[in-house]
């Protein structure tokens, strides 16, 4: 079908639905950043691949089709993607921007009838945004099926993977041990919790220490579970999904009542009934997520319902000790794995002089070389392989197309590329040219690896949060009128969501993930970039995990202080560094980082004499400025943006 011809389509089934307007989300029933290919309705809609956005489609009034729009929402990481993907009877509509109405203004401005949403692919959250603009008289809910797969003739049916178990050895705690704090945690609310609503997916995985391949990049699988305050745990799962071993390993923690994936929203409503008819007071809660979507949320009757997020996000970010471990070793692998490719891609374009390598070509032969590590079982995230001008599109999907562009010795080339092994996820960025870079090159990726080096060293004090950390990366782009649209880092599960809440550093304070104190255990991206528009694009990527600070005091009452240590081992390229524009102090942090570099990556370079050269290279020391001559720890502005 063509756009045009999808879009008919849809209008005629709006039409029969009685509604002006419908809502297209991104998410599915768990409202989970990657879907399924039989959930990929907005991409089927408009075209638009990116893993953020939201499309409306309207009727318009009388014949002719006057007034039919359709619009695409989606915030400054995709901007120029959009450009791309979007056919000519989109709009696309830059989230973020000043100018820019939000999806609840825009409807209550344009469209006077109603709007239809499907209640099983729309959180609480935005509902609730939508309802407080609109109000609920004018929101429809469309029963099942979705009025997107009414017209999609090839609409790839449900997952159906297997479930296998993740062992204590890389969970490091046991599902009894994990529901006794669940329990715990219910208990401590002030209201009577009588049971929790386990949606998100990677929560459900957690809690049980299960994974699965539902989800592309993600090794979750579909399924709810229900926590109740004492009594059997309730996980409604299609039954074909557990092998003889998971049920074992169910049953060994006491949870026998397993239920088909389907009869979650009846169950919850069946329940919440009968605590609504009490008359005891305070009436026993079930507790849900502002996540959750809006069929689970209207099955509880509000006089029972506790909408709050669940606890087991904040456990399930705060690693365990076998998690970190895990997750360390997993980065050494993975880093080993990314410097032999960035090793043979320098022997190949530079040494060896070939040409016709594509942005497609490049990501699969790191995937090649990621496949031969231990315990790895995919990418986290579709690799962004993005070679001059694709650079700037920041989250860039290379396809073998004629925009996929070829790799020269005349272009900045960024890698951003992650793995999921058994024992921890990965997510990594490096920008490199293979030539010789230009002078405004090298002071931008200079000044962005400043930004990364700051949150790298810094310190902070107990319930500091990603918010106030964000500028760090920021100012030594700001002192010279530059900046990135979008957040310095993002929390990462151990062998979960490469994007995991609830934390982040960001500048948004609204945002949950900025406003959730950092605490030792948690692992969080550290990635400032910088984008010249139609021409490359600079990111500098490591993980970090939160660790406590040894400091001389600890002002006031004893208060603890933290800080990062790198999970990320991978050189980062000293061609593109401007010397001038370092301190001291910086260059000495990055020749520590280079050494534990080398040392850790060494034993997988043993067997090949010319990686293990380009290794001792690639990590060499920086020249360190003496103590009389170092550069101010603030360089002024140069001429080139004044």
């Known amino acids: 079908m063509t756009p045009a011809a999808k879009l008919s389509a849809l209008r005629e089934e709006m039409r029969k639905a009685g ?23 907005r991409a089927w809609i408009s075209g638009f691949t990116g893993s953020q956005g939201v499309a409306v489609v309207t009727v318009g009034e009388g014949d002719g089709g006057q007034g039919d729009q359709a619009l695409l929402w989606t915030d400054g990481r995709y901007f120029l993607q959009a450009e791309k993907e979007l056919s000519p009877e989109w709009t696309l509509m830059r989230q973020g921007l000043q100018e820019t109405p939000t999806i609840p203004q825009w409807l209550k401005r344009n469209v006077a009838g109603q709007i239809g949403l499907d209640p099983y692919c729309v959180s609480i959250s935005f509902y609730t945004s939508l309802t407080d603009a609109l109000g609920a008289t004018r929101i429809t809910l469309i029963d099942p099926p979705n009025l997107i797969d009414r017209i999609w003739p090839d609409q790839p049916p449900m997952a159906s993977s297997q479930c296998f178990v993740q062992p204590l050895q890389y969970a490091g705690k046991s599902v009894k041990d994990k529901v006794a704090d669940v329990r715990k945690k219910m208990s401590e609310e002030g209201e009577l919790v009588h049971g929790l609503v386990v949606a998100r997916l990677d929560e459900v995985a957690w809690l049980l220490n299960l994974r699965g391949s539902d989800i592309p990049y993600t090794p979750v699988f ?71 979507n809006v069929a689970l949320h209207s099955a509880i009757p509000p006089e029972v319902r506790l909408m709050s997020h669940t606890p087991i996000m904040v456990m399930k970010a705060v690693k365990t000790g076998a998690e970190i471990e895990g997750t360390k070793h997993a980065h050494i692998r993975d880093g080993a794995a990314k410097s032999r490719y960035l090793h043979w891609l320098e022997k190949t374009i530079v040494t060896e002089g070939k040409e016709g390598l594509d942005e497609v070509d490049l990501a699969d032969k790191l995937q090649a070389f990621r496949s031969e590590m231990a315990d790895y079982v995919d990418l986290s995230f ?261």
């Open 382 to 642: 579709p690799s962004i392989s993005a070679v001059g001008s694709n650079g700037a599109i920041i989250h860039y999907k290379p396809e073998k197309s004629a925009g996929c562009k070829k790799i020269t010795r005349n272009e900045m080339y960024l890698i951003d590329s992650g793995a999921q092994y058994r024992d921890g996820t990965t997510d990594v960025t490096r920008t490199l040219h293979l030539g010789t870079p230009s002078q405004k090159q090298k002071e931008c990726f200079t000044r962005v690896l400043k930004g990364h080096v700051a949150v790298a060293r810094c310190i902070f004090p107990a319930t500091t949060t990603g918010t106030q950390l964000d500028c760090l990366a920021r100012q030594h782009l700001w002192e010279v009128g530059l900046d990135y649209l979008h957040g310095t880092g993002h929390g990462v599960g151990s062998f979960l969501c490469v994007h995991e809440g609830p934390i982040g550093i960001t500048t948004k304070g609204n945002s949950r993930a900025g406003a959730v104190p950092l605490q030792p255990g948690m692992i969080v991206s550290n990635e400032p970039g910088y984008y010249e528009s139609n021409e490359w694009g600079i990111r500098i990527e490591n993980l970090v995990t939160v660790v406590k600070a040894e400091t001389r005091n600890n002002f006031p009452d004893s208060r603890d202080y933290y800080g990062f240590e790198n999970l990320t081992m991978v050189p980062i390229q000293k061609k593109l560094i401007d010397l001038d524009l370092l301190t001291r102090d910086e260059v000495l942090y990055l020749n520590d980082y280079h050494d534990e570099v080398r040392a850790k990556l060494e034993p997988y370079a043993q067997r090949d004499p010319d990686f293990l050269a380009w290794l001792h290279e690639a990590t060499l020391p920086l020249p360190v400025p003496p103590l009389q001559t170092a550069a101010p720890d603030r360089p002024p502005p140069t001429s080139m943006y004044q």
């Open 19 to 41: 509604v002006t307007a419908f809502v297209v989300l991104t998410q599915d029933a768990h409202n989970s950043e990657y879907v399924g290919k039989r959930d990929m309705r």
């Open 222 to 292: 579909l399924g709810y579970v229900v926590v109740p305050v004492s009594g059997s745990v309730r996980v409604y799962v299609n039954e074909a999904k557990l092998t003889d071993e998971v049920k074992a390993h169910l049953a060994e923690n006491d949870i026998t009542d397993i239920l088909p994936y389907d009869n979650v929203v009846e169950d919850v409503k069946r329940i919440s009934q009968m605590f609504s008819y009490l008359r005891c007071y305070p009436r026993p809660r079930m507790w849900i997520d502002p996540s959750t």
